[in-house]
């Protein structure tokens, strides 16, 4: 076996190995600091994605609820609507209960002012505007029926549209009568009707 001898065999002087320099305070400082930083910085981040979480389910949740606001507020709306028509037909059925003796006085009232030779043949009431086809016997019953009318509390603006003579056929007779046509405003006052 080869033996080598690695130990110097001259007695010079070695250089001493250089001891382990200090690191300056400066560079410990900055190191420290910047350690710390990122620590902080870890810390700060950790601590705003929690509130970016929180503020996530805030906003979820909060979404959610004004998506049920937004639901009640549509039914609360067709809720009114409703109500609105409601009311509207409530008003219609209340006008209508107002009305509905209006066209018994008028009929009355009408079979109070007709003469004994004078016969309707039709009768339309639209609102307060009535409409009288009829048959006379004489022109003279026609105009007495006409000035029942002016005479009357319950009608107004009385005018004879027409009053033709023509000749009727009965059971083997053939009669002259006037065919006749007034036309008339109920008075609101007297009868309770809504112009």
Not at 23 to 42: E, K, Q
Request: glycine share 4%; hydrophobic share 40%; net charge positive.
């Amino acid at each position: 076996m080869i033996r080598i001898n690695l130990l110097p065999t001259d007695k010079k002087p070695r250089k001493k190995k250089k001891t382990a320099q200090k690191i300056p305070s400066i560079v410990l400082g900055i190191i420290a600091t910047f350690v710390v930083s990122l620590l902080a910085s870890g810390v700060g981040i950790y601590l705003l994605d929690k509130q970016i979480k929180t503020l996530k389910k805030d906003k979820a949740h909060k979404t959610a609820k004004y998506e049920e606001l937004k639901k009640q507020v549509k039914d609360a709306k067709e809720i009114e609507d409703k109500i609105k028509t409601i009311e509207a037909n409530k008003k219609v059925i209340e006008e209508l209960r107002a009305n509905m003796s209006v066209p018994v006085k008028v009929i009355d009232e009408i079979s109070k002012l007709l003469p004994e030779n004078v016969w309707l043949k039709s009768m339309s009431l639209n609102g307060p505007s009535i409409s009288i086809d009829g048959v006379a016997m004489t022109n003279d019953d026609v105009v007495v029926f006409v000035n029942n009318f002016k005479n009357s509390k319950v009608f107004k603006e009385t005018y004879l549209v027409k009053s033709i003579e023509v000749q009727e056929k009965g059971e083997n007779v053939a009669v002259r009568v006037y065919n006749f046509a007034i036309t008339m405003i109920v008075n609101p006052v007297d009868t309770g009707v809504k112009s």
